[in-house]
């Protein structure tokens, strides 16, 4: 590990690390093994070598819990935008590694808090069993004007389900966040500023998305976007 790199544990979940290049040298990483030794090198970590904004105020991670894309749905969804992004170079469409359906979106939330998500997530969803999810129709969101180009459905007993078991998890460790409707939808590109592409996005789809498993997200500001890494999983029966 180079001299100039340094890092200090900040609690037994999260590190703290400096990297002097960077603009806002100091950055929180999850720490992905619980016997790390901080005085070795052998600390897993993602190295988001990308220059952080600095707007995310410290002693605070911006975090969300949502439902990741499986393989196979990324690939159908990969073959029904193919043909769209060479005629649409006005939208910045979002990498297949990004994808995913937002739960309950947290904000910048203190280390005590994200911690103890960490270590309750399990449990919230341990009686929860998995099913299949169909995504219906390509669209502009949040309506026919909208600047976001998503992934939507029809409505779900089971999904509505999860979001209920989502606000009982943040209720009982008193987590606020902005309640708005909950309204599911898989994000795939922004229309850019000043652009007004003619196209509806207006498609009827059939791609069966399969909810096995829940993720505590951290979301990291960048300046080519934001970084999305894996704090905690939590597996549906």
């Not at 779900?156 to 460790?173: C, E, I, Y």
């Amino acid at each position: 590990m180079p001299e100039k790199v340094r890092f200090r544990p900040i609690t037994d979940l999260f590190v703290q690390w400096y990297l002097p290049e960077l603009h806002n040298p100091w950055f929180i990483l999850p720490i992905h093994k619980p016997t790390v030794n901080f005085h070795g090198t052998c600390l897993r970590f993602q190295a988001a070598s990308l220059m952080p904004r600095p707007t995310i105020p410290p002693e605070t991670q911006r975090v969300f819990i949502g439902i990741p894309i499986d393989k196979r749905s990324q690939q159908r969804i990969s073959e029904l935008l193919n043909p769209i992004i060479k005629l649409h170079q006005d939208i910045r469409w979002i990498p297949a590694n990004n994808w995913h359906l937002t739960l309950a979106f947290l904000g910048n939330k203190p280390f005590s808090e994200v911690e103890t998500l960490v270590r309750s997530i399990d449990e919230a969803y341990q009686q929860t069993t998995n099913f299949r999810y169909t995504l219906s129709r390509l669209t502009r969101f949040p309506d026919s004007m909208g600047r976001i180009i998503a992934l939507t459905a029809d409505p779900s007993t089971r999904l509505d389900s999860l979001f209920k078991v989502t606000l009982g998890l943040l209720d009982r460790n008193n987590i606020k966040f902005d309640r708005i409707e909950f309204r599911p939808h898989i994000t795939l590109g922004r229309i850019n500023k000043g652009k007004r592409p003619k196209i509806k996005f207006d498609q009827k789809t059939d791609i069966s998305l399969s909810i096995n498993k829940i993720t505590l997200y951290q979301s990291t500001l960048t300046e080519s976007g934001s970084i999305y890494s894996s704090l905690k999983e939590a597996h549906l029966i």
